[in-house]
Structure formats: C-alpha cells, structure tokens
C-alpha cells in the first residue's frame, strides 16, 4: 500500500495554457468494443486515480444489482470515497465478519473487470457525495461521478497545465481543487480568470469516450486528459497509513 499510497502524491501544476474544442458529458454508459486510445494509454491514465472496493473473505468484491441490457446483473462496487466505504464496510461486516476495505488504482480495476471481460459488465461507481452535490449545482440533472473541468466562457477553450514539460487537460474529482488551481490562475492572469466557466462531465461518460470515440479531434483531447484525486481522498489515504 506504501508504493501505491506514494504515487498518488504529486504537486499541483500551474495553468499555462488553454486547448480548444469541446467536450460532452452524459450518464453511466456500457463501455463499447471500438478503441479510440490504446488498452495501456488508457489505464495509464487511470493509475492516478486511488479507488476503494469491499472484499469479501475469499478476496471478491462486493457487488450490487444493476440493469444491463435489459438484464439485471451482479456487477462490483467501486467507492471512490474512502471513508463512505469505511462506513458500508460496517454493513457488510454483518453478513461477513472478515470483510475488509482494499485501496486499489483506478486503472489495475478497470483493465482486470472491464477491458478484460469479454461480456463487457460495468463497474458501479460510488461518487463522493459531496462533490455529486457541487455537480448538481452546475447541471441539475447530473448522474454519475463528477470531474470538474475549467474553460475560457461557456464555449471557449479548456484551459490546460504544463507538467513537466508535457501539456495536459486537467479534470478534478473536486471542485474546490479546481478551485485552487483556478485562484492560482487569478494572480497572475486576473482579467482573464473572470471568465473562466467551471463545468462538469461524468468519469463513466469519459471512460466510454475513451473506448468508443472515432473523432480524431476528441481523440486528441483525450490523450491529453489528466485525472486528479480529491485531495480530501488522498488525506484520507494519508490517514490511513499513518496508522498503520
């Protein structure tokens, strides 16, 4: 857990550019066969991204009831807020005493349940309910697990960072960190920071985006995305170790 807990803790890069075009949000879609980015370029985005899931005493996680395809089916649960599986883990517990919270990475779960599963059964995300609140905020009718992302005007271009040397597209699991960023930005481009829209997109839409796109310009914007944990998560994560 050390190794994986470390490679989530990276500064906080500074805006220095803007990218244009547009993305769209949507709900939790089935991932599709066809393959925009690479099965790797994929998951190496998704490592970035710690998750929780329950195991059971024989090391399976803990799924829930889902309709797909018109068909009900058993599918895992993905929390990607630790200490709201912290707080099911004491239900659990009651069926099963050995039951237990595991850390994992985004992109280990994804590649080994879904690119992997020829039956193509999606994971179930838990969204941290505090942030699905903000997303509500900005688009009322919004489902799924808020990532929050920054343009120049409800139309304009997307503002993006440099990170070591590399231009990318950031998304925020939290508003505020998006917001931080965003107060960065003020200091020293303030006429410009007036402008800035903050908007919101689901990870289950831009998961099946990067499965299915076949729009070269969208293909673009996606090899340039980079996910961001809630740094309340990673707190948590910090906990954690600490008390071990």
Do not use: C
Request: hydrophobic content about 45%; overall charge negative; proline content about 6%.
């Amino acid at each position: 857990m050390r190794k994986l807990f470390s490679s989530f803790l990276r500064p906080l890069p500074l805006i220095t550019a803007l990218v244009s075009g547009s993305l769209l949000g949507g709900g939790l879609i089935m991932p599709l066969p066809a393959e925009a980015l690479s099965e790797e370029a994929i998951v190496d985005k998704l490592e970035q991204v710690p998750v929780f899931i329950i195991l059971n005493s024989d090391g399976q996680p803990l799924t829930a009831a889902a309709e797909v395809n018109n068909q009900e089916v058993k599918v895992p649960v993905v929390f990607i807020d630790g200490a709201a599986a912290e707080e099911f883990l004491a239900r659990a517990r009651q069926e099963d005493p050995s039951a237990a919270v595991a850390l994992v990475d985004l992109g280990t779960l994804y590649q080994e349940t879904v690119l992997n599963d020829s039956q193509q059964v999606p994971l179930l995300y838990l969204p941290i309910s505090g942030e699905l609140e903000r997303a509500t905020q900005l688009q009322a009718n919004f489902q799924g697990v808020p990532l929050f992302i920054a343009r120049q005007g409800a139309d304009g271009p997307y503002l993006t960072i440099n990170h070591d040397g590399e231009t990318s597209l950031p998304m925020f699991f939290s508003r505020n960190d998006l917001q931080t960023l965003l107060n960065r930005y003020r200091e020293s481009n303030a006429e410009a920071a007036n402008n800035v829209v903050i908007q919101v997109l689901s990870l289950e839409w831009l998961l099946t985006t990067m499965t299915n796109s076949t729009d070269p310009a969208l293909d673009a914007q996606l090899q340039q995305v980079r996910l961001f944990p809630s740094t309340e998560v990673l707190n948590y994560i910090r906990s954690q170790e600490e008390g071990r």
